[in-house]
């Protein structure tokens, strides 16, 4: 089987390393996005995927846009079965969508219908929910809409992050897709509509939604923070400074929303209940246990968090 693979970001390695790796399939080409400069240097770094596919000598694409009609002839030219879509990060045009002759398969990190969208895995732990997976689907011209082939589901664990889900949840978007494709191939694939009715949506991540409202449960906080963590990463503000909490544990003490009533475990009030954190970085210093950092600034009770 023939296969065009196009990803972006470390989600995508392992699925594209289980196909180069597998006697079944023919990978003809990788798409991805253009390299990009990375850091304050500013140093031009290729895609995760670029670097998988340079491994194992596969010839790597990186077009600016798929609508080109050059781009289309080229992909054309590839011949390709399926072409696999794993965390691209560009639309494709229905012109690519008919090119391979049993379609472009889709892994995205959610039970579709629920999370179409950019941050899946980060919305399912940021919404407290319990239980997540991966889904195939047949792409069509929507975003995320197209017909659900298979799904595997995994829980989501009390105080797992984002990040931690993350590595989770690749391995198993790789593990979808082979069973995907053999199924496609012996003829046994069987499609199903998404129920549009229970569809969410999982918007991307912006810095502007990292700061922690206090007044939220200390179910919401905790959530906040592991979901975003490791990026963009829920702030506070602690006298006149951001400070960065990359994990915190749900405690049922309560208090004054934002402020500390517990120094030993470093504890903070929220609106109902009250969360421990154990991880921060303040502005200008390094990431560190939460305690040290208490003892260091003399944090006392009744400090607050939110000025």
């Not at 006149?240 to 749900?250: A, D, E, W």
Request: one cysteine or more; a negative charge; proline letters at 6%.
């Amino acid at each position: 089987m023939n296969i065009v693979f196009m990803g972006t970001p470390d989600f995508a390695v392992p699925s594209l390393t289980a196909l180069a790796e597998s006697e079944k399939y023919n990978v003809r080409a990788v798409y991805t996005q253009p390299d990009k400069p990375v850091g304050r240097k500013r140093i031009l770094t290729p895609p995760d995927v670029k670097v998988c596919a340079q491994k194992y000598g596969i010839d790597v694409y990186q077009p600016s846009t798929l609508k080109d009609e050059s781009v289309v002839e080229e992909l054309k030219g590839l011949e390709p079965d399926v072409i696999v879509v794993i965390a691209y990060g560009k639309i494709l045009p229905k012109t690519v969508l008919d090119i391979p002759k049993f379609g472009c398969i889709n892994i995205h990190g959610s039970l579709l219908p629920k999370l179409r969208g950019a941050a899946p895995i980060q919305r399912s732990v940021i919404d407290g929910e319990e239980e997540t997976g991966v889904t195939s689907m047949l792409m069509d011209v929507g975003l995320d809409t197209g017909d659900m082939l298979l799904k595997n589901s995994v829980k989501i664990l009390p105080d797992e992050t984002a990040g931690e889900l993350f590595d989770r949840l690749a391995p198993l978007g790789a593990q979808t897709l082979l069973e995907t494709l053999e199924k496609i191939e012996n003829g046994t694939i069987e499609r199903e509509k998404q129920n549009d009715s229970l569809s969410t949506y999982a918007a991307m991540l912006s810095k502007e939604e990292c700061v922690i409202d206090w007044n939220l449960s200390a179910d919401a906080v905790h959530n906040k923070v592991r979901g975003m963590n490791p990026w963009p990463v829920a702030v506070t503000m602690f006298k006149g400074k951001k400070l960065k909490i990359y994990r915190t544990r749900v405690c049922n003490r309560s208090g004054e929303p934002s402020k500390v009533i517990s120094v030993n475990p470093p504890v903070v009030a929220c609106g109902e209940g009250s969360v421990e954190l154990l991880e921060v970085q303040l502005e200008g210093k390094n990431r560190m246990n939460a305690a040290d950092f208490f003892r260091g600034q003399r944090i006392a009770v009744s400090d607050s968090f939110s000025e």
